[in-house]
T-cell receptor, first 110, second 115 residues
C-alpha cells in the first residue's frame, strides 16, 4: 500500500493567495517526484528532488526536499486559475517504481 | 512533442464482460507501465515492462487481469471478467531509461465504468 502521505487532501484558495502541499514519509526517500493532474487529465511531471535539503524553483512554484529526506513540499506563490488541479508527490523506489501520494486537490477561486 | 497514446478514452461495460485497453508508448521508450487510478486517489502501479519482459506485476490481480507487450512496443491490458470495483482510470506511462529517478510520461488514460 501507499506509504507516502500528503496533506491537505483539499485546499481552496482565492486567486492571488499562496498554496502549500506537504508530502511525508515514515522512511527515508531515495528521491521524490512531483506531478500535476488537471481535472479530467493525466499526471504531468513537474520536477524531481534527489539531494537532502534540495530546493528547486519553477517560476511561481518552489519545491523542497527535507534534510532527512523524509518529507517534501510544493509551494505556489500568488496562485492563478491555471494552477487548478491535483498535485501528487511520488516516491521513486526500486527499479523505476513510483509510489504516488494521496494528492492535494487545489481549487482556485477567481 | 511525442506523447503516449491510449485507446479507448472511455469504456462502459457490464460486469462479467471482458475489456481490453491499448497503449502505444513514446517511441524509443523501453519501459512501459500500467497504472490504475481510483477516483480521488493517486495512481497505483499494476504492471511494469522492460521491453517485452514483465519486471513487476506484484500488484496485478492475475486471476482477472493480464498484460502483454509482445514486441516490446505497444501493450494491451485485459480484464476478464470485469467487476464493479474495477471502475477506475487506467493510465499507461513510459520512460526512456530505468531506475527510480527516470521521468515517466503518462498517456491520457482510459476511464472504465463497470455497470
Amino acid at each position: 500500500g501507499q506509504q507516502v502521505m500528503q496533506i491537505p487532501q483539499y485546499q481552496h484558495v482565492q486567486e492571488g493567495e499562496d498554496f502549500t502541499t506537504y508530502c511525508n514519509s515514515s522512511t527515508t526517500l531515495s528521491n521524490i517526484q512531483w506531478y500535476k493532474q488537471r481535472p479530467g487529465g493525466h499526471p504531468v511531471f513537474l520536477i524531481q528532488l534527489v539531494k537532502s535539503g534540495e530546493v528547486k524553483k519553477q517560476k511561481r512554484l518552489t519545491f523542497q526536499f527535507g534534510e532527512a529526506k523524509k518529507n517534501s513540499s510544493l509551494h505556489i506563490t500568488a496562485t492563478q486559475t491555471t494552477d487548478v488541479g491535483t498535485y501528487f508527490c511520488a516516491e521513486g523506489r526500486g527499479a523505476n517504481n513510483l509510489f504516488f501520494g494521496t494528492g492535494t486537490r487545489l481549487t482556485v477561486i477567481p | 512533442e511525442a506523447e503516449v497514446a491510449q485507446s479507448p478514452r472511455y469504456k462502459i461495460t457490464e460486469k462479467s464482460q471482458a475489456v481490453a485497453f491499448w497503449c502505444d508508448p513514446i517511441s524509443g521508450h523501453a519501459t512501459l507501465y500500467w497504472y490504475r487510478q481510483i477516483l480521488g486517489q493517486g495512481p497505483e502501479l499494476l504492471v511494469q515492462f522492460q521491453d517485452e519482459s514483465v519486471v513487476d506485476d506484484s500488484q496485478l490481480p492475475k486471476d482477472r487481469f493480464s498484460a502483454e507487450r509482445l514486441k516490446g512496443v505497444d501493450s494491451t491490458l485485459k480484464i476478464q471478467p470485469a467487476e464493479l470495483g474495477d471502475s477506475a482510470m487506467y493510465l499507461c506511462a513510459s520512460s526512456l531509461g530505468s531506475g527510480s529517478r527516470t521521468t515517466q510520461y503518462f498517456g491520457p488514460g482510459t476511464r472504465l465504468t463497470v455497470l
